[in-house]
């Protein structure tokens, strides 16, 4: 009974929300967890189930040493689940409306100095087809500030060099995001140059390929952002999320406006995007007590 509501779940957030694989693979393990507690406790039937029972279950979840991110993640797989069924007719109201999550504790995005960033950049050397693949691929990450899922993704008729932007597509909307100088060399050279080497099949249309000629994945592309903030010895954090990151709190700090960098992250919500001027304020605030004479 619970795994049919679960694929129909499934069949929707597919077919009709576009959900992302990590969306879906996400949401579904959050339920399966959720549906798999009722179970133990004879629990069978989700249409059945009461308010107290998810606000049990967000307690339980805490009370195992689940983080606050972890459990409020949950319950909003939980909620719109159920919205879901509610809009389907499946009941008469959303059982989670009203559970309220566990305080999350704001945790601010790592971000890297300009310095940082150029150091990090610089470290693909353009002497191999591996060095102009990954210089290519660094550059138009810090570039554009798309998502990794969104930069494995892309085909080579997605570029418009001489125009200098990229077309993006991410949860069935486009966007176009324009590139700097130094990013549309990068990928000139690796495009006119280096791609066609790589390829296994000649047909791919991927545009950035691994060591085997088949489309890069997130695994790969991880590995080698690990391995150039290791010879670079930055001492942060550096995940593909970081350069998207820091490319909007750039932006932010040299005067662009707010609208037009949620465009071009592909953010539904502004409210997504205001996390990054409270990073600026923050930096100014520390940067002011320690600088201030009397702070």
């Known amino acids: 009974m619970a795994s049919d509501y679960l694929k129909l779940y499934e069949d929707y957030l597919r077919e009709e929300k576009h959900a992302s694989e990590n969306t879906l693979s996400s949401y579904l393990r959050d339920l399966r967890q959720f549906s798999e507690h009722l179970a133990a406790q004879r629990v069978t039937d989700l249409r059945k189930v009461k308010t107290a029972a998810i606000s049990d279950y967000v307690a339980w979840m805490g009370g195992k040493g689940k983080s606050a991110a972890t459990v409020t993640r949950a319950l909003a797989s ?3 689940f159920y919205a879901f069924l509610a809009e389907r007719g499946e009941i008469k109201t ?21 310095k940082e960033v150029e150091l990090f950049l610089d470290q693909p050397q353009c002497v191999d087809a591996k060095g102009y693949r990954d210089h290519a691929m660094l550059e138009l ?26 077309r ?11 590139l700097y100088p130094a990013a549309v ?8 140059d280096v791609r066609p080497q790589l390829l296994a099949d000649p047909e791919e249309t991927a545009l950035f390929v691994n060591m085997n000629g088949e489309r890069m994945s997130r695994q790969g592309f991880w590995k080698i952002v690990k391995h150039y903030q290791e010879m670079a010895q930055i001492d942060k954090d550096i995940t593909p999320h970081t350069l998207r990151h820091s490319f909007a709190v750039h932006l932010l700090e040299n005067g ?9 992250l592909g953010h539904a919500d502004i409210s997504s995007t205001q996390i990054y001027t409270h ?11 320690k600088a201030h004479p009397r702070a």
């Open 78 to 80: 939980i909620k719109s």
């Open 94 to 114: 959303n059982p989670a409306k009203g559970v309220a999550a566990l305080k999350v504790e704001r945790r601010f995005p790592e971000i890297l100095t300009g």
């Open 141 to 166: 990450l810090y570039a554009t500030g798309i998502r990794v899922s969104e930069l494995i993704s892309l085909d080579e008729s997605d570029c418009s060099l001489s125009a200098g932007f990229i």
């Open 168 to 178: 993006c597509e991410s949860k069935g909307k486009e966007r176009i995001i324009p």
């Open 185 to 192: 060399k990068a990928l000139s050279d690796y495009i006119k």
């Open 256 to 264: 662009a406006d707010l609208r037009a960098i949620q465009e071009m």
């Open 279 to 289: 990073v600026v304020k923050k930096q100014l605030r520390d940067i002011y007590q």
